[in-house]
């Protein structure tokens, strides 16, 4: 497990097609962006691994709410 979260400009950059200039506030609106995601993900989880009387999540918890979670963050 990482103990720190990756440049998301680096990815960004390595995954648009053609060169792409991210501004310092651009960058932070994504860092949060991203945090919120996780933040909803690991609550889903949460609650699946309740809901299955678990006091740890774990990763099936995890993919078992992972495609609900972004059907939702899509909109």
Do not use: D, W, Y
């Not at 990482?2 to 860092?31: D, F, Y």
């Not at 962006?33 to 099936?60: D, M, Q, V, Y």
């Amino acid at each position: 497990m990482l103990n720190k979260a990756p440049k998301l400009k680096s990815t960004i950059r390595a995954k648009a097609k053609g060169h792409i200039n991210i501004g310092p506030a651009s960058e932070a609106m994504i860092e949060l962006l991203t945090l919120l995601f996780l933040n909803s993900l690991a609550e889903e989880a949460k609650a699946n691994a309740f809901e299955e009387r678990s006091a740890t999540i774990r990763g099936h918890h995890v993919r078992a709410v992972s495609k609900k979670v972004l059907k939702k963050a899509r909109g």
